[in-house]
Antibody, heavy 120, light 109 residues
């Protein structure tokens, strides 16, 4: 069965960077895009960007351009999302999500989420 | 960027009642690339509907989606206790830029 397992909670200081991992299993990692979505406490879902694990091509929401980098290591079926220049407003749960079918943009499978807390 | 608006913000209903949730887009969503998700506290979202009206695997048939263009609806025919949650719509027609609506909370009256 498809599983996405994310790394554990992080606490960072303002100005620092955080890198969250998302290990995929149960399918061919390079066949389906991975997206990242975040959710501040009590707030809605916010799409951050996508990555094609086969080519490494990425696309980011304008809001995060210049601060976010999505990468992958195909040998261990793991995707990464790094967010830099952290500020308190970046405190949120970060989810990786796999598209439901090739070439689609709906998210059929989600990781369990990683809480990132930005605090001095 | 396509902006999605969901209404109502909160829907207070009793088990067994019918729930009708609306999602409106600021411009036409191409090919009805509209999805619905359910999220319960402390959990990741779960896909319910994609392509505006196709149920995801394992989703009960009391959930149905309809609509096209700029107006979409999620209907829960008879609310079960486990259906009280927050529901989000998402458009993926303007690939590769995706957006979510702000959500509708369905709570127990």
């Amino acid at each position: 069965q498809v599983q996405l397992v994310q790394s554990g909670a992080e606490v960072k200081k303002p100005g620092a960077s955080v890198k969250v991992s998302c290990k995929a299993s149960g399918y061919t990692f390079t066949s389906y895009d991975i997206n990242w979505v975040r959710q501040a406490t009590g707030q809605g879902l916010e799409w951050m960007g996508w990555m094609n694990p086969n080519s490494g091509n990425t696309g980011y929401a304008q809001k995060f351009q210049g601060r976010v980098t999505m990468t992958r290591n195909t040998s261990i079926s793991t995707a990464y999302m790094e967010l830099s220049s952290l500020r308190s407003e970046d405190t949120a749960v970060y989810y990786c999500a796999r598209v439901g079918s090739r070439g689609s943009g709906y998210f059929g499978y989600w990781g369990q989420g990683t809480l990132v807390t930005v605090s001095s | 960027e396509i902006v999605l608006t969901q209404s109502p913000g909160t829907l207070s209903l009793s088990p067994g009642e019918r729930a009708t949730l609306s999602c409106r887009a600021s411009q036409s969503v191409s090919s009805s690339y509209l999805a619905w998700y359910q999220q319960k506290p402390g959990q990741a979202p779960r896909l319910l509907i994609y392509g505006a009206s196709s149920r995801a695997t394992g989703i009960p048939d009391r959930f149905s989606g309809s609509g096209s263009g700029t107006d979409f609806t999620l209907t829960i025919s008879r609310l079960e206790p486990e259906d009280f949650a927050v529901y989000y719509c998402q458009q993926y027609g303007s690939s590769p830029v995706f957006t979510f609506g702000p959500g509708t909370k369905v709570d127990i009256k």
